[in-house]
């Protein structure tokens, strides 16, 4: 089975079914997207960024998934620029995601966002622009400045007009719900072209993903692997969420068999899995060598079996609950806000 390195989204747009994720790859901070912590976070430095991109580029990489919220637009650009610069690669050839904040999200903002994440990434127009929440905010993320009025219906008014001013290829959406989806493609003169979701072998959004293909929206899992590195994001002040305890993808026992089978790393088995039913991984890494392996998963194939046993692995809650839209009346997660979950906030 010889996978198509490309999805073909409902537009026609093509995107890579392959990149490279890029949250705490951050270099810089925010007053205004987190201020509800009044932080300021570093998890790597301006230069293990753009090495990370280049590194990935060089390699085949063409989609980078980046967000305003992840404060690493910038060094991206850089690595962009430098790359341009360089002759080998041509803008054409890049496939660039990034995600309009919270606070911008009221069509009203949404293009002084855009501009923004295009001055800093040093570009005309992006190819995918997403939402990043489906929660519109004030200037600050705040419980008390949750904009009751502005529905995401509305936000996807103002992403078509995005769209249609050419300043991104495609749109999107992000950790919205399947209400949500059906108000909004029942509203849409654009269809929603992406979805980036949460998604790994133990948190596999069967019927999310059902939705979108209904739909003819691709998916984008985040956090394919589960997210490892998850436990050390850090806020300025100290401040560490707590996370779901569970199970590692990494660790599964199936995954472990077939990586030993095919003389291949868990991560590939894990990506893998994943591109083989047609949903398009962003793993993040920056570590070179980790960077270079994840894109090794085009030479081999799970069997049938091997699929199914993925498939039926017991699935357990979601890691990324959000906890900041905790209180917004489009808080997506709140019918599924149960007992077992009682997270201090954590964002992303
Ligand atoms: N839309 C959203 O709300 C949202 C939310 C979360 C994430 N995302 C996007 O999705 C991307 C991926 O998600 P993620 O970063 O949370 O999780 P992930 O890609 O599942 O995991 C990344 C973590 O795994 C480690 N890692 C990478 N390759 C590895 C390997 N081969 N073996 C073992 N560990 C490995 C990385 O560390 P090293 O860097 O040290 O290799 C990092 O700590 C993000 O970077 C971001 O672009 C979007």
Redesign the pocket.
């Known amino acids: 089975m010889t996978i198509s390195k490309l999805v073909t989204m409902s537009n026609g747009v093509k995107m890579p079914i392959f990149g ?6 951050s270099v810089v901070t925010s007053e205004l997207y987190c201020s509800t912590f009044n932080n300021t976070f570093f998890q ?1 430095s301006k230069e293990s960024v753009i090495s ?1 991109v280049k590194t990935a580029l060089n390699d085949g990489y063409r989609l980078i ?3 305003a ?2 404060f690493n637009e910038e060094a991206i650009g850089e690595a962009l620029a430098e790359t341009f610069k360089e002759g080998k690669i041509k803008r054409e050839d890049i496939f660039i ?1 990034t ?1 309009c904040p919270p606070t911008f999200l009221h069509p009203q903002k949404q293009e002084e966002a855009i501009s923004s994440s295009l001055s800093k990434l040093k570009l005309d127009y992006v190819d995918l622009y ?1 939402a ?2 489906p929660c519109a905010y004030g200037d600050e993320l705040k419980p008390e400045k949750a904009l009751h009025d502005c529905k995401p219906e509305d936000i996807w008014k103002g992403f078509e007009n995005l769209y249609e001013k050419k300043l991104t290829r495609s749109i999107g959406i ?2 919205f719900n399947i209400e949500q989806i059906h108000r909004i493609s029942k509203s849409a003169k654009i269809p929603i072209h992406n979805h ?3 998604l ?1 072998l133990y948190f596999q959004q069967d019927d999310v993903v059902e939705v979108c293909k209904k739909y003819g929206i691709t998916v ?11 436990t ?1 994001y850090k806020l300025s002040n100290g401040f560490q969420p707590k996370w779901p305890v569970g199970p590692e ?2 660790e599964n026992p199936v995954v472990q068999y077939l990586a030993k089978k095919y003389s291949k ?4 088995i ?1 990506l893998r899995y994943l591109i083989q039913k047609g949903i398009s ?7 070179a060598k ?2 270079i ?2 894109h090794q998963i085009f030479d081999f194939e799970l069997d049938e079996n091997e699929m199914r046993n993925l498939y039926n692995v017991t699935q357990q809650p979601r890691l ?1 609950w ?1 906890d900041f839209l905790i209180g917004h009346p489009e808080d997506p997660y709140k019918e599924e806000r149960g007992k077992q979950h009682k997270n201090p906030l954590h964002l ?1």
Do not use: C, M
């Open positions: 490279l994720g890029t949250w705490q790859a790597s990370s998934d980046t967000a919220a992840y995601t995600k997403l990043h929440f992000s950790n980036q979701l949460e790994h984008t899992a985040y956090a394919p692997l589960g997210s490892p590195g998850r050390s993808p990494l790393t868990p991560a590939q894990l991984v962003i793993p993040k890494s920056t570590n980790r960077i392996e994840n990324f959000q992303i």
